[in-house]
């Protein structure tokens, strides 16, 4: 069975929450501690018998507050962009790591800066982050964005639902109904809404359900579950998702949880065989336009 984790990231962690972090004294060492991250990401991968891992970068804006694009003043040493690690892990392992990129489609250069990051690094698509960069997607300003992102055949994968992070984002535009407007203006414009919107599951789940090219990704929904005034359990709410959108529109993700959200995991919830090849892989090959034996 393929297996793609289409909501993967770099390793991270956040400013202040660290214990032992150490900043790289050298470009050389910039290089090779990316690898041996990337490496490990790969072990975990073998654990939890995902094939390829679709990387999401946090942006320019987020970066440094997990360490990238962050400098040195003692050394001058300047780590990778979260942009540059993907391009990084996928140039050296192209079988097991697919890119995004994370680009703020407000700044005038973003059209640009998009085109260039598909053309030069091959990326399948780029992640949209409205409440870090505090924009209502279904804003026509950034209309041509999108426009461009359908001329390049990408993805576009919003980040939806409730953080913590108060003095980073805006919690009014991580409402997945603000995508229902998109998804019937840009029909051709293939959209993901991750975690399902993860507070706000229902509302992703009827986004998708009235839109034909949007799809959800069900990463950290277990974490998402556990975290609502009146909890419920990550396998009913994926089990009444499926039953609602079918198993078609939906894409298993991580969000680097591999040890938790997994094929055995999926397995479990008894969906068939079809529904569990579809969600765990093939809708996912299908969207991304790879060969379902990769």
């Avoid at 800066?113 to 030069?120: A, F």
């Avoid at 992640?127 to 964005?145: A, C, G, I, M, R």
């Avoid at 079918?246 to 997994?262: A, F, R």
Wanted: contains cysteine; charged residues 25%.
């Amino acid at each position: 069975m393929l297996v793609i984790d289409i909501h993967g990231h770099p390793p991270f962690l956040l400013k202040g929450e660290e214990s032992k972090y150490v900043p790289p004294k050298t470009q050389e060492a910039v290089i090779s501690e990316m690898v041996e991250d990337a490496k490990k990401m790969i072990e975990s991968m073998d654990a939890a018998k995902i094939d390829i891992k679709v990387l999401l970068p946090f942006g320019k804006d987020a970066d440094p507050k997990f360490h990238y694009s962050e400098k040195d003043p003692s050394t001058g040493v300047t780590t990778f962009s979260s942009n540059e690690w993907v391009a990084k892990a996928q140039e050296k392992y192209p079988e097991r790591f697919l890119g995004f990129a994370c680009i703020d489609p407000t700044r005038k250069e973003a059209i640009q800066e998009l085109e260039e990051t598909v053309t030069k690094y091959g990326f399948k698509g780029v992640k949209l982050f409205p409440s870090l960069h505090h924009y209502e997607p279904n804003d026509t300003k950034v209309y041509p964005f999108y426009e461009k992102c359908i001329e390049l055949g990408i993805v576009a994968a919003f980040h939806m639902g409730c953080t913590r992070h108060s003095k980073i984002d805006r919690l009014q535009l991580e409402y997945p109904l603000l995508l229902d407007a998109l998804a019937r203006d840009l029909p051709e414009l293939k959209i993901i809404i991750c975690h399902v919107g993860r507070h706000w599951l229902q509302e992703g789940t009827l986004v998708a359900f009235r839109n034909e090219n949007v799809y959800v990704d069900i990463s950290s929904l277990h974490v998402y579950c556990a975290m609502m005034v009146h909890p419920i359990e990550p396998s009913t709410a994926i089990k009444r998702i499926v039953e609602i959108l079918g198993d078609e529109k939906i894409l298993y993700g991580t969000d680097n949880t591999d040890q938790i959200m997994n094929i055995f995991f999926i397995e479990g919830l008894e969906l068939g065989k079809e529904a569990t090849r579809k969600i765990m892989g093939e809708n996912a090959a299908k969207l991304l336009n790879l060969p379902l034996g990769s």
